[in-house]
């Protein structure tokens, strides 16, 4: 069995935008992206820690359900791991998407480098023409020191869920689903994190001084924000890597449109299509982050609407482009009850 066509797209956009990040770095002489440190390594070593710890704990799984059942499926389970199937289906995927992401901090430094943040003023008054004030302000007297705090701890949360969920959506999710989950995964990066990132270059709040904006005294009551300790390491670590133009993971600065939103918003549309008992934490966890990214100083509030939209349509888009799988595709080489 050759590898499918589907892959074969997505290996080629993946690789593609990659190689494309070394050309273009040497191009605007930032630091290169070594695929042996940095940001690729590290996303490639949490995603396979991930993805190793969940085939544990589902292989564990198999051993407590009925059983007649369970050594049969365990026994499936570990004879179709590496078959070459789920290599080409589940395996490579994710790690395509690791290369993705390693190089992705080097498009995001170049971002002011080809059009300097320019569109602070006008998403802060937006802002401000929507709520009649900055929305801040109604997120810190709505919730006050105590919500602050979990906000914080809410935030942190996102990138534990970013590593974990492809992994998930790889193992056990069926085949149109991860089409259409993995290649909308790549366009809200891609589209929306570099393309309009781009065109719409803004720092965001919490950097305003950095870049030396003149409404960063719309926002010196905000910041640094009271009783958020992750944010501030958080955006202490984004400031440095601005100043001192480094690659590393995660580093580079932008806000329009909220990528923190956009793969929030993503996880939704996942669980909808996936299993609806995902629903609610998923649509928890999506207002939470949006609320946190401008109760936090991260982002403008439009920022977030933004990147919801763009992932919505994003998702329509691919899921009028993927086929939907057979219906009796395997998962992971575990027999049916």
Not at 165 to 180: A, H
Not at 187 to 205: I, K
Not at 233 to 249: D, P, T
Request: glycine share 10%.
């Amino acid at each position: 069995m050759g590898m499918p066509r589907w892959l074969i797209v997505f290996t080629t956009i993946t690789v593609g935008l990659t190689g494309a990040a070394f050309v273009l770095s040497g191009l605007a002489q930032t630091p290169l992206p070594n695929p042996f440190h940095g940001s690729f390594l590290t996303s490639s070593a949490l995603m396979l820690n991930v993805g190793i710890w969940a085939i544990v704990w589902h292989a564990a799984y198999l051993l407590f359900i009925e059983k007649d059942l369970r050594l049969r499926r365990l026994a499936a389970f570990s004879a179709g791991l590496f078959s070459r199937h789920n290599i080409y289906h589940r395996i490579l995927p994710v790690l395509l998407t690791s290369l993705f992401l390693g190089a992705f901090t080097a498009y995001k430094i170049m971002i002011p480098l080809v059009n300097p943040f320019s569109h602070d003023a006008m998403f802060s008054d937006l802002d401000r023409m929507i709520f009649g004030t900055d929305p801040w302000r109604l997120t810190h007297a709505l919730v006050g020191p105590t919500g602050t705090a979990v906000i914080d701890y809410v935030y942190v949360l996102w990138f534990p869920a970013f590593l974990i969920i492809p992994i998930l959506v790889s193992l056990f999710c069926d085949m149109g689903i991860r089409k259409r989950y993995f290649f909308s995964f790549i366009g809200v990066w891609g589209l929306l994190g570099l393309g309009l990132a781009t065109l719409w270059s803004s720092a965001g709040p919490c950097f305003l001084e950095l870049i030396g904006h003149p409404y960063q005294d719309r926002y010196a009551d905000l910041l640094p924000v009271a009783g958020a300790p992750y944010a501030m390491v958080g955006q202490e670590y984004l400031a440095q890597g601005y100043r001192e133009g480094g690659m590393g993971i995660a580093k580079g600065i932008s806000a329009m449109p909220s990528i923190h939103v956009s793969v929030a918003a993503l996880y939704v549309l996942l669980a909808r299509q996936c299993h609806r008992v995902f629903l609610v934490p998923a649509l928890i966890f999506y207002a939470l982050i949006l609320f946190g990214s401008v109760h936090l100083g991260y982002h403008y509030f439009v920022d977030g609407i933004a990147g919801t939209a763009g992932t919505v349509g994003i998702w329509w888009m691919v899921g009028k482009l993927v086929s939907r799988p057979a219906p009796a595709e395997e998962t992971m080489g575990v027999p049916a009850a």
